[in-house]
């Protein structure tokens, strides 16, 4: 996206400031690539590198510089990852890192006709059958990606925000990145890989603000609840969401990201979902979901239990575990949540809640999954049965309405909220409108 362009800047850090050349590129897979130039030996061009002790926090320093076509880089998250000294005059000091965010400035190309503030998400993993656009109060928003192999790492897909009427004022830049940033939440639980943005272009009048953001792989797609030839009514629910549900969406966003992650083995699949259920948890925000009673009346609970242990004369530990008589199981708050929420269960197998809860509870203490019996399903079905529920109590944070994949029902579409097949949804939509049809 960026051949490689020289420029003539400085380096600078540590209250010094010292002049060097370099060459930066953006290659396919959207990482920068620098080449410093070599220094002449002074003490304060050597007092750029730090000698960092181990777990101590990376030493950043400040990249700038101009080309002669007029471009503008500018880092100040530049790291010094390689150091090597010569005695060539003039060229003793090497030093050669990674920038983990840069912009880099460039003069709009001419052939550019429509001159549209716009702003673009280069993410990694998203793929739509087609571009799909949808009109909003802040712009026209369209987004896209082709499909590609799973391991593969270029930004293909993105997500783009055009401004109103061709020009954005300061304000709409503003809210610009916090409608993408909701966007991409809703879109990454949507596709089921975490969507961050590592190239972001402003096109703002006559430049071009390119920054790019060193990021890690991105997962490739698992259980995805919706197929890439059905994005359309998700890209609708997160534009549509935007202004009623940002604050909501924004709350489960750990949780997006615990399902999204990258696993190393299958049990991790189970643990990361329940990661994010019990994330969800923390913060749904309903009263008395983690306690049976509030603190004044469990006081009273309290000091009874421990007058009674030491009437017993029981070990000095239990009367410190009195506090944890108060906290709900597990599975007791996921069926508050599930109840105030109005979740459908019923298409659930028996007993799946403590079965998930044992299964988790294995692999957190032993590291691998178990069986509980000859007949028990194994780890794939608990991991599926707790994505499912996880999926059905985000589609109704967002207020979603409609079709959804459902890997609990062998990846058919299934319509939410009811969790029943579409087929039984239009079979129940043609029982509704027949009286009136013959009545007519």
């Known amino acids: ?39 002449p030996f002074s003490r304060e061009a050597h007092a750029l590198r730090v000698n960092q002790r ?14 002669d076509g007029g471009h503008r880089f500018r880092s100040d998250s530049f790291h010094i990852a390689r150091y090597s000294h010569s005695s060539a005059p003039g060229q003793e000091l090497s030093y050669q890192g990674d920038c983990f965010d840069a912009e880099i400035v460039l003069p709009r190309p001419d052939a550019s006709l429509e001159r549209h503030d716009l702003r673009i998400w280069h993410v990694r993993q998203f793929r739509t059958f087609r571009r799909i656009a949808r009109d909003t109060p802040l712009g ?44 991409a939440r809703v879109l990454s639980f949507a596709c089921d890989t975490y969507l961050s943005p590592v190239i972001e272009e402003q096109y703002r009048g ?14 490739a797609p698992f259980m995805a609840p919706f197929h890439e030839l059905n994005m359309e009514p998700i890209l609708a629910c997160a534009c549509d969401s935007y202004s009623s549900r940002h604050d909501q969406v924004a709350e489960i966003d750990a949780a997006i990201r615990w399902l999204t992650a990258s696993i190393a083995y299958d049990e991790n699949r189970l643990l990361n979902a329940m990661s994010a259920l019990e994330n969800i948890l923390d913060r749904c925000g309903i009263e008395g979901v983690e306690t049976f009673l ?52 019923t298409d659930m197998p028996a007993g799946w ?25 194994d780890i ?11 999926t059905r109590i985000i589609l109704d944070r967002l207020g979603f309405v409609g079709a959804y994949r459902s890997w609990l029902h062998h990846d058919e579409q299934w319509r939410f909220p009811e969790c029943i097949s579409m087929r039984e949804w239009i079979d129940r939509q043609a029982q509704a409108s027949a009286p009136a049809a013959d009545g007519a």
């Open 1 to 39: 996206m960026l051949e490689p362009t020289r420029f003539e800047g400085t380096l600078s850090g540590h209250g010094v400031r010292i002049p060097v050349g370099f060459t930066a590129a953006i290659d396919d897979l959207g990482e920068l690539q620098l080449e410093l130039d070599r220094l």
């Open 54 to 67: 181990p777990g101590s926090a990376v030493d950043l320093i400040e990249l700038e510089g101009r080309s």
């Open 140 to 183: 026209r928003v369209v987004i896209g990606g082709p499909r590609q192999d799973r391991e593969a790492q270029e930004p293909n897909g993105f997500l783009a925000l055009y401004a109103p009427d061709g020009g954005g004022d300061d304000a709409w830049w503003g809210e610009g990145e916090r409608f993408l940033t909701h966007l």
């Open 206 to 219: 006559d430049h071009v603000a390119v920054r790019v953001a060193r990021q890690g792989r991105a997962a």
């Open 294 to 345: 509030g603190s004044s009346a469990f006081k009273k609970v309290a000091k009874q239990a421990r007058a009674l242990l030491a009437d017993l004369k029981a070990p000095e530990g239990m009367a410190r575990k009195v506090p944890e008589l108060n906290r709900r199981p597990l599975a007791d708050k996921v069926d508050v949540l599930l109840a105030d929420r109005a979740i459908v269960t």
């Open 353 to 377: 809640l403590d079965t998930v809860i044992r299964q988790r509870n294995l692999i957190v203490h032993t590291g691998v999954s178990g069986d509980f019996g000859d007949q028990e399903p």
């Open 380 to 390: 794939l079905d608990h991991t599926i049965w707790v994505r499912e529920i996880v």
